[in-house]
């Protein structure tokens, strides 16, 4: 049976942990949560040629499915400890599952995940995780606490996945903005950090100004971003012309890094222990009184993006 082949090579690669129980193998799994803690649950679909390229290569696909939901879960201020895989393939390819599962594993790996169960049927590929980790009761970080007069900031770089999707594949530039597409990284020891510090957080998944909209409405705020301060990798700041790039960094997607809220007087504390995680944070903006995103330039005008191009509202050049 292809069936349970597949899911006895996929057993093989689950990772152990002494919370889980009883793992693959029975109807269910039984997991034993801590304690004391809230138990986070994240799920995150990807399809073939919608949420990667149809060229990605197999362990691409299964660490990016496994890391867009450690970043919720990163996000949320989680501890991440379990997930669940449901494989949807259009053929019982062995050698295909085995690649998969070597990129998720190796990733889970990282993070200390068990896989402790799944579901594995034909069709269209396409991979859904969830993923389960646990928060301290109370420090969960969420969207709605920011409130004006605190800081934005953001994690690593931006528009480096945008980037790589867009520009022709050759040359090492093309390669390192492959790698953040391919293999995002999530800040699950950033979003740790910021529990009881961090007003209100987000994962950037969607592009920066439409997932910092998602803390303007549940908060009740507004929020200002400098164009000027967005971070830049060395890659990306080699391609294209300026407001390309702050197009891709601005509204360009699959970035994983975080974006969160912090009352100033946070703001060096959290930059002492990002360093010493070896992560750049970079302050971007403000959150003010009243609703909605805008990006502005350096004289404070806003900056409108379009899908095709940009202008300012108030006709100034850049
Ligand atoms: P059932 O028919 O009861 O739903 P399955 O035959 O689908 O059981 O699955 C058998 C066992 O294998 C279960 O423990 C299930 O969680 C696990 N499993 C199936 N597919 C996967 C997968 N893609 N990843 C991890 N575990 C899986
Ligand atoms: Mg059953």
Redesign the pocket.
């Known amino acids: 049976m292809a069936?349970f082949d597949l899911?006895a090579r996929?057993?093989a690669v689950?990772g152990q942990r002494a919370d889980v129980l009883l793992g693959?193998?029975?109807?269910g799994?039984l997991l034993l949560p801590p304690a004391g803690q809230h138990l986070v649950a994240v799920c995150d679909t990807l399809n073939a040629g919608v949420h990667f390229p149809l060229d990605t290569a197999a362990a691409a696909i299964g660490w990016k499915a496994l890391a867009v939901n450690l970043s919720d879960l990163a996000a949320m201020g989680a501890e991440p400890a379990w997930a669940?895989?449901?494989?949807s393939l259009p053929e019982a390819d062995t050698a295909f599952v085995e690649a998969v599962m070597q990129g998720f594993s190796e990733l889970a790996a990282c993070h200390g995940v068990a896989?402790a169960?799944?579901?594995?049927t034909r069709g269209p590929l396409a991979l859904s995780v969830t993923a389960l980790g646990f928060v301290p009761a109370g420090q969960a970080l969420r969207r709605d606490g920011a409130c004006a007069g605190d800081e934005v900031w953001v994690s690593g770089s931006l528009g480096d996945a945008a980037a790589a999707l867009a520009l022709p594949a050759a040359g090492s530039d093309a390669a390192a903005l492959r790698q953040r597409l391919d293999r995002p990284q999530p800040r699950l020891a950033l979003g740790r950090a910021l529990r009881g510090r961090a007003s209100a957080a987000i994962d950037l998944s969607d592009g920066l100004l439409a997932d910092l909209d998602h803390i303007a409405r549940a908060s009740a705020v507004g929020i200002e971003i400098q164009a000027d301060s967005l971070p830049i990798s060395p890659a990306l700041a080699r391609q294209a012309d300026a407001m390309t790039r702050l197009h891709w960094q601005a509204s360009g997607g699959d970035d994983y890094e975080l974006a969160f809220c912090l009352p100033p007087h946070q703001a060096a504390t959290v930059q002492t222990e990002a360093r010493r995680q070896g992560l750049p944070l970079t302050r971007i903006g403000r959150v003010v009184a009243g609703t909605g995103v805008r990006l502005l330039d350096a004289r404070g005008n806003p900056i409108c993006l379009s899908r095709t191009g940009w202008e300012h509202f108030s006709g100034a050049s850049a």
């Not at 693959?24 to 109807?27: E, F, Q, S, V, W």
Request: aromatic share 0%; glycine share 16%; proline share 0%.
């Open positions: 069936e899911i996929i057993a689950a693959i193998g029975d109807d799994a669940l895989l449901a494989l896989l169960g799944g579901d594995t």
